[in-house]
Each structure stands twice: as C-alpha cells, then as structure tokens.
C-alpha cells in the first residue's frame, strides 16, 4: 500500500510565511492527484513535505501505514521530478538513468537492464548514449522521468514537470504522462497551475489557494459543483463571470445586477430551498460564458436576456466569445477582470461597438454567498 496521506499539516517558514494551513489531503494507493492554484498558494511546499526535502511545523505525513515526519527523504520511497529537470549534463541518458541505482549500490548489470527496460517504456532507446545536451526539451523531459521510473519507487511526486516545453509538446507528454500512469499504476501527485493540465490529467484535483485547501474533488465534479466562488473562478475557461446582484421576488424569482433582470426558471427556488433566505439580499451570480447564446429575437419564447454593448469579439473558430464590460462585483474573493466573455456560436456576426443581445440559460446560474464566497445550494 502507498497511499499518501497528510493530517491537518502546517508549514510555517522561520520568516513567518505561512505556506500551508491546515492541510488534510488523502491520496488513495494507485490514484493520480492533482494539486492545482495560483503562484504561492503551497503546492511546491506541499510536495516538498511529503518528500521529506521540508519538515511540517505541525500535523502529520503518512505514506502507506507508517508516519513519515521523521524519516529522510532516501528512506521514504518516493521519487520526485522537478520542474528544471536536473539532469546530469556531463552523464550520458543511460547514465542519467542509472544514476540513482548507483548511488545505492545496485551492481552495473542490473542498474543497465533496468535503465534499458525504462527507456523503453519512453521510447528512449535510441537515445542512451547521448548527453542531456544533444536532447530536446521533450526527451529531457522524459529522461527525467525515467531516472525517476528506474527507482520503481512507491510514489511519484511530480512538480510542475511540463512547464519548460512548448504548447505542442505540453500536450503529447501530458497524454503520455496519463499513459505511463495507467501502465505503472503508481500513486502520483502532481503540482500545476494550469487548470486544463489539472482536468485533464487528474483523476482527483485539489485545490488550493493561500496555502488553504478548497475542494478536493473529481474533475468535472470541481467544474460542475464548484464550493465557493474561488473554486468556480479557477476551474473553467475563459472563467466564469461574477456579478453582485439583488435577489427578488415578483412573479417568480429574479435577479437584478446593473442594468439587467433576469427571471429564474420558475421550478428554481424549489430545487434551491437555501436560496429564499437571500431573498431582497445580495447575492454573488455566476454564469458561464458557455451558459450564454446570441439571442433569437423569439418574443414568445420568453428567455432570459442582457442587452450588451460589445467590446472585444474573439473568434474562435468553431465559437466566438463576445467580451463586454462586467457589471458591478463587490467582493475580494474572487479578482475581478472587469469583463464579461459569452461564448456564443461562430455564425454570430458581431463586432466591437454594437450592441448584442445576449441569452442566458438561467438554469444553469451558480450563486454564492457575498460574504463568505461559499455556493448556495
Ligand atoms: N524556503 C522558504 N522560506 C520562506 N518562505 C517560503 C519558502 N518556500 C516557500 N515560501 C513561501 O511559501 C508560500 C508557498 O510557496 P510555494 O513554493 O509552495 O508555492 P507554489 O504554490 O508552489 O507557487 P508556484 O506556482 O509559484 O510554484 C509562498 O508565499 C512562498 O513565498
Ligand atoms: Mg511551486
């Protein structure tokens, strides 16, 4: 069993930053866990306790069934790829990759068999004899992997391992990094800040944000039931629009925000009881900008509509955002862009200075506590 779980853990550096508050996070054996948020919030810190590099100032780190604050890094079984690769440059591949084995003493022909059958698995072979010099990014990237393979530790750590390479690359060794997973089965946390790299790859995410965790959870459960208004902001591009807006009640339930009204179905505040409680309060909305369509003009239809004045048309391809200004937002949960992005199909014809009609699939809406950022409902 290599799960990796961390109990209430706590990291305060002796400058006084604070870079993990309470951390509970359970890995199960096997399962590959993304830890996801903005520059600072103690992911890298995170991996590096569990690593052993950092000790935490209170709270306790278990991999497998033992407590490991005490152990050194050598002892835990883990192995962790950085985000500079750390290569030797002076060592050939086939060297890089044994290099570990070495160090503990595994005898040559074993170290060579085992560097062999990795840089198989990476489609390395034809590489072995040269220097980290003579590589790509990619395949740099890859013998650092390897060097971590050969070890066929318990666990892997990987902390932000892509973000050298360019986009293209990214791609094919994020589906290759899955690929290996699925092989080797192996528990992994891996640390970014790229939310599609933390979707696509994890099969749990975390996220986190000033050294506090904020939802653990399933990727498009995390897109689908967002938390609070930070986890909802995070996860989803272009993000989710924010407003502050008034909760009302005439025929049915309504909101006001700025210079639009926009009716919720009428079936909506029975499946969201905790919503009456805002009722003439303020509320934070959220839509997606995938939640919205280039309205029809169909009167009879009813729907919920918002009359903008286009700013910035961004065409897509397949889709066109449309960008305006954001209504008003009171908040410091959640930064404010100050505009809003609909994504609407690519046969609109719209262009900067007009003005649009917009529908809103309101049953979509996400609201949150203006002040606490927590979803409603
Ligand atoms: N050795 C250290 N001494 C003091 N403060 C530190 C130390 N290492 C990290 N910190 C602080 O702890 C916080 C968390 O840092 P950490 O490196 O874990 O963030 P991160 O989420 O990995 O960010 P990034 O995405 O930029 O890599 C930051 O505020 C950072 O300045
Ligand atoms: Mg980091």
């Not at 068999?113 to 072979?125: C, F």
């Not at 410091?332 to 699939?361: F, K, M, N, Y």
Request: aromatic share 6%; hydrophobic share 40%.
């Amino acid at each position: 069993m290599s799960n990796i779980v961390l109990n209430s853990v706590h990291k305060r550096f002796p400058n006084g930053a604070e870079a993990l508050t309470d951390l509970s996070l359970e890995v199960p054996d096997g399962q590959f866990m993304v830890l996801v948020g903005p520059s600072g919030c103690g992911k890298t810190t995170a991996l590096r306790l569990v690593a052993g590099l950092e000790r935490p100032s209170s709270g306790t780190i278990q991999i497998g069934d033992r407590v490991v604050n005490e152990l050194p890094p050598k002892s835990r079984d883990i192995a962790m790829v950085f985000q500079s690769y750390g290569l030797y440059p002076h060592m050939t591949v086939r060297e890089n990759l044994g290099f570990g084995l070495r160090l503990r003493k595994v005898p040559r022909k074993e170290r060579d068999r085992r560097a062999e059958a990795v840089a198989r698995v990476l489609g390395l072979e034809d590489l072995l004899e040269r220097r980290p010099g003579a590589l790509s990014g990619g395949q740099r990237q890859r013998v650092a992997m390897g060097r971590a393979m050969v070890r066929e530790p318990q666990a892997f750590l990987l902390d932000e391992p892509l973000s050298n390479l360019d986009a293209k690359l990214r791609v094919e060794l994020r589906a290759e990094l899955a690929t290996l997973h699925q092989r080797l089965g192996r528990t992994t946390i891996y640390v970014t800040h790229d939310q599609v790299e933390a979707m696509t790859l994890g099969q749990q995410v975390a996220v986190m944000k000033d050294g506090q965790l904020q939802q653990v959870d399933a990727p498009q459960a995390l897109y689908e039931e967002p938390v609070n208004v930070f986890v909802a902001g995070f996860i989803g591009s272009p993000p989710m629009n924010f407003a502050t807006a008034e909760l009302i009640r005439d025929s049915g339930l309504a909101v006001v925000f700025g210079s639009h009204r926009l009716e919720l179905p009428s079936e909506f505040g029975s499946g969201r009881p905790a919503l009456s409680r805002y009722l003439g309060k303020h509320v934070i909305i959220g839509i997606r900008p995938s939640d919205f369509a280039a309205a029809n003009g169909d009167q009879a239809q009813q729907q919920a509509e918002m009359n903008v004045d286009v700013a910035v048309v961004e065409a897509l391809g397949a889709e066109t955002d449309i960008v305006f200004a954001a209504p008003p937002l009171e908040t410091e949960l959640v930064s404010h862009r100050g505009v809003w992005a609909a994504r609407v199909s690519h046969q609109t014809r719209s262009a900067p200075g007009e003005a649009i009609c917009l529908s809103v699939d309101t049953s979509a809406m996400y609201f949150f506590d203006p002040q606490t950022g927590k979803a409603i409902g």
